[in-house]
């Protein structure tokens, strides 16, 4: 059997570190980065069907195979054609993800989309019935991802991830195209740290709610705070110092002025939040006590890195997770700096 063609994207500025994880989690895949911010890896059968998390992934791209065409129609035809093929015993949903990889033009995929819409409604209108038109939304029971990656003008790659692969790679997959995930830009808050939470939210397709309980660690100056009481939470702020005079006055919110590492809930909360300035063996420590200890029910942590040297410390965090959540993620967000935010439920 050959092997599996896997594309890995990412930030570009992470595509070292990305290299460095593939390394480490498959060691023996062939793995080559094509351009910043891709690699791909040659998957041998047992590899492809391993469960596995990547921190520094957008996005990763299951059984590529290479589709060509001389024109927008050519293209989308062929893409069609191994589409239908890929999805011919797939009774369930599917949803589309076209994009362009590195000098392609975005342009020209979502014209072939478009065309390969039409194709479908042409030779495939069982297909065109069961697509998902909500291509970013949460999945759906039984859906498949079918990704189509522009990398030249008259060449592309076609990856389709049936429900049974999508599940091995649940903790990886990302239901945004290219992984990307922008949150808009708001300057209420007391800081632009609240964009890191508002999309971990996104991703996990589960906002915090109205009357839920929320303990926000390491608050201060208040911008996890500030988006978990726009929600209706009612919060325990935890931090040395107090947050912003606002923040203080809203009845929703109590301020405890303690060791962030130390304290804890006198009954299980709906959400732990944390953004804390700390080294990564203390928030995997404080994460640990967490979730070994029932406190929380969901959670979003940021582990921040010295440097890349603290990078090792990624596996650790998978390990944990695998341990102790039902379900989770683990990722270097968009709104992330040198740091990755794990989030789940327990």
Same mark, same amino acid.
């Given at each position: 059997?050959p092997?599996e063609?896997?594309?890995?994207l990412?930030?570009?500025?992470?595509?070292?570190?990305?290299?460095d994880?593939l390394? $480490?989690?498959?060691p023996d895949a062939?793995?080559?980065v094509?351009a910043p911010?891709?690699i791909d890896?040659?998957? %041998?059968?047992?590899d492809?069907? &391993?469960e596995? &998390?990547l921190?520094?992934? &957008?996005?990763?791209?299951? /059984?590529c195979?290479?589709?060509e /065409?001389?024109s927008v129609?050519?293209?989308?035809?062929?893409?069609g054609?191994?589409?239908?093929q890929a999805?011919?015993?797939?009774?369930?949903?599917?949803?589309l993800?076209?994009?362009?990889l590195?000098?392609?033009s975005?342009?020209?995929?979502?014209l072939?989309a478009?065309a390969l819409?039409?194709?479908?409604?042409?030779?495939?209108?069982?297909? $065109?019935?069961t697509?998902n038109p909500d291509a970013?939304g949460p999945?759906?029971a039984?859906?498949a991802?079918?990704q189509l990656a522009l990398?030249?003008?008259s060449? /592309?790659l076609?990856?389709v991830a049936?429900?049974?692969t999508r599940?091995?790679?649940r903790?990886?997959l990302s239901t945004?195209?290219?992984?990307?995930? @922008?949150v808009?830009?708001d300057?209420? @808050?007391?800081s632009r740290a609240?964009?890191k939470?508002l999309?971990?939210e996104r991703r996990?397709h589960r906002p915090i709610g109205?009357g839920e309980s929320v303990?926000?660690? /390491?608050?201060?100056?208040?911008?996890?705070?500030?988006v978990?009481?726009?929600r209706?939470a009612?919060?325990?702020?935890v931090?040395?110092?107090?947050?912003?005079?606002?923040l +203080?006055q809203?009845?929703?919110?109590?301020?405890?002025?303690?060791d &962030?590492?130390t304290?804890? @809930?006198a009954?299980e909360?709906d959400?732990l939040?944390?953004d804390?300035?700390?080294?990564p063996? $203390?928030?995997? %420590?404080l994460?640990e006590?967490?979730?070994?200890?029932a406190?929380?029910r969901r959670?979003?942590?940021? +582990?921040?890195?010295?440097?890349?040297e603290?990078y090792l !410390?990624?596996d650790?965090?998978k390990?944990?997770?695998?341990? !102790?959540?039902?379900a989770?993620?683990?990722r270097?967000l968009?709104?992330?700096?040198?740091?990755?935010?794990? +989030?789940g439920?327990r």
């Open positions: 059997m092997p063609l896997r594309v890995h990412c930030k570009p500025e992470r595509t070292d570190a990305l290299a994880e390394h $480490r989690t498959l062939k793995h080559r094509v911010g891709r890896a040659e998957l %041998e059968d047992s492809s069907r &391993a596995l &998390a921190a520094f992934a &957008a996005q990763v791209m299951p /059984g195979a290479h589709f /065409g001389g129609n050519a293209l989308a035809t062929s893409a054609e191994m589409l239908a999805l011919a015993n797939h009774e369930g949903p599917w949803r993800h076209a994009f362009a590195a000098e392609a975005p342009g020209r995929a979502r072939i478009e819409d039409g194709w479908l409604q042409k030779k495939q209108r069982r297909l $065109r019935r697509r970013e999945w759906r039984g859906e991802l079918v990398e030249q003008s060449q /592309g076609l990856s049936l429900p049974e599940t091995v790679l903790h990886v945004f195209v290219e992984g990307k995930c @922008p808009p830009r300057p209420k @808050p007391p609240y964009q939470l999309e971990a996990l109205q303990v926000d660690l /390491g608050a201060s100056p208040g911008g996890w705070t500030f978990a009481l726009q209706g009612r919060v325990t702020a931090d040395r110092s107090p947050l912003r005079d606002d +203080m809203n009845p929703r919110l109590q301020f405890v002025k303690a &962030a590492f304290w804890h @809930p009954a909360v959400w939040i944390c804390l300035i700390a080294f063996e $203390r928030t995997l %420590e994460l006590d967490w979730l070994a200890n406190r929380c959670f979003v942590v940021t +582990m921040k890195f010295r440097g890349s603290d !410390r990624v650790a965090m390990a944990l997770l695998t341990r !102790r959540a039902r989770f993620q683990l270097a968009d709104a992330n700096k040198n740091e990755v935010t794990a +989030m439920e």
